[in-house]
């Protein structure tokens, strides 16, 4: 490409000579620049005509930013109406749950008693007003209904827990129970609903604790074989023993675990001391029994005396 240059009919033309390459990087360059003064204007002219109310201009900006707001508005409108029918269709299946939770606790034999500490985490005082469905619900109030539904969710998985529990006991006298004491200590906090010590919150304790100084020695409820002696984030340095049948103890928050997974345990064995590892408040020992992985009072096995079998293979 060739430009031609010349400034009178007597002067001196100037040939200028561009190629393909030269002529792109001209363009490019013309581009760069009209995009610069462009914002440049946009920046100098449109702003400063919204901050100080031009009469036409800021007028423009208004329309246009109002539309952006308009669309975003109805972008986040059309995602909280559809959150606010899932949480709806939750809610709805919460009724049903809470419904089955308790005619199953009912069935179980679950005592009122045992929910006392729920009903205590309940909020004090008076309640009720007009019900205003989530038609058009705001976020601040999708996340506080969310966060009910998670609080009901996990007290209904707590009442199945112990409802499930109740219904084992009857198969309670035909297993080899541990009933010999782990460690000669009063009980602290026993087998129900409490007031969890970190949260405050009502929570099924699913053992009974035993309070003694570091380093007690800890002793086997029952005959058994140890199933492993693995650490836990809840239970700290964890001893589980195999009764059979089903039938599992476990041994939690232990300073140190005296025993290997596959050995054989006796009766009143030491087979750990006690300690404060793990979700733990200070030294003390956790005691569980669970039937087939459903945790049960462990009061009941160590107030029933030893079974029969035993006795007579005692007295021998």
Same mark, same amino acid.
């Given at each position: 490409?060739?430009?031609?240059?010349?400034?009178?009919?007597?002067?001196?033309?100037?040939?200028?000579?561009?190629?393909?390459?030269?002529?792109?990087?001209?363009?490019?360059?013309?581009?760069?620049?009209?995009?610069?003064? %462009?914002?440049?204007?946009?920046?100098? +002219?449109?702003?400063?005509?919204?901050?100080?109310?031009?009469?036409?201009?800021?007028?423009?900006?208004?329309?246009?930013?109002?539309?952006?707001?308009?669309?975003?508005?109805?972008f986040?409108?059309?995602?909280?109406?559809?959150?606010a029918?899932?949480?709806?269709?939750?809610?709805?299946?919460?009724?049903?749950?809470?419904?089955?939770?308790?005619?199953?606790?009912?069935?179980?034999?679950?005592?009122?008693?045992?929910?006392?500490?729920?009903?205590?985490?309940?909020?004090?005082?008076?309640?009720?007003?007009?019900?205003?469905?989530?038609?058009?619900?705001?976020?601040?109030?999708?996340?506080?209904?969310?966060?009910?539904?998670?609080?009901?969710?996990?007290?209904?998985?707590?009442?199945?827990?112990?409802?499930? *529990?109740?219904?084992?006991?009857?198969?309670?006298?035909t297993?080899? +129970?541990?009933? *010999?004491k782990?460690?000669?200590?009063?009980v602290? *906090?026993?087998?129900?609903?409490? *007031?969890?010590?970190?949260?405050?919150?009502?929570?099924?304790?699913?053992?009974?604790?035993?309070?003694?100084?570091?380093?007690?020695?800890?002793?086997?409820?029952?005959?058994?074989?140890?199933? %492993?002696?693995?650490?836990?984030?809840?239970?700290?340095?964890?001893?589980?023993?195999?009764?059979?049948?089903?039938? +599992?103890?476990?041994?939690?928050?232990?300073?140190?675990?005296?025993?290997?997974?596959?050995?054989?345990?006796?009766?009143?064995?030491?087979?750990?001391?006690?300690?404060?590892?793990?979700?733990?408040?200070?030294?003390?020992?956790?005691?569980? +029994?669970?039937?087939?992985?459903?945790?049960?009072?462990?009061?009941?096995?160590?107030?029933?005396?030893?079974?029969?079998?035993?006795a007579?293979?005692?007295?021998?």
């Amino acid at each position: 490409m060739q430009i031609l240059i010349t400034s009178g009919s007597t002067a001196r033309t100037r040939v200028l000579n561009f190629n393909h390459a030269q002529l792109a990087l001209a363009c490019t360059a013309l581009l760069v620049g009209l995009m610069l003064v %462009s914002g440049l204007v946009y920046h100098f +002219v449109f702003l400063t005509a919204a901050r100080e109310g031009w009469p036409v201009v800021s007028q423009l900006v208004k329309l246009v930013v109002r539309d952006e707001f308009a669309q975003r508005d109805r972008f986040m409108r059309e995602n909280l109406d559809a959150m606010a029918s899932r949480v709806g269709d939750l809610q709805g299946r919460m009724v049903k749950l809470e419904a089955m939770g308790e005619r199953v606790t009912g069935l179980a034999g679950v005592k009122v008693d045992d929910l006392k500490a729920l009903q205590r985490d309940a909020k004090p005082g008076g309640s009720g007003g007009p019900y205003v469905p989530l038609d058009h619900p705001t976020l601040e109030q999708l996340n506080d209904t969310i966060t009910q539904m998670e609080h009901s969710l996990d007290q209904q998985g707590d009442l199945f827990t112990l409802a499930e *529990s109740r219904l084992f006991e009857k198969r309670l006298s035909t297993l080899m +129970v541990p009933n *010999s004491k782990p460690i000669d200590m009063p009980v602290g *906090s026993g087998f129900g609903f409490r *007031s969890d010590p970190f949260t405050g919150r009502a929570a099924l304790h699913t053992g009974i604790d035993f309070a003694a100084p570091p380093g007690t020695p800890i002793l086997a409820a029952a005959g058994g074989v140890v199933l %492993s002696t693995d650490y836990h984030p809840q239970y700290g340095n964890l001893l589980e023993l195999d009764h059979g049948n089903g039938l +599992v103890t476990r041994y939690a928050h232990n300073s140190r675990i005296l025993v290997k997974t596959g050995d054989l345990i006796k009766r009143g064995q030491p087979v750990a001391q006690v300690g404060s590892t793990g979700r733990s408040t200070g030294p003390h020992l956790h005691f569980e +029994v669970l039937v087939d992985g459903v945790p049960q009072d462990p009061a009941r096995f160590l107030a029933g005396g030893p079974p029969p079998a035993m006795a007579n293979a005692t007295k021998r």
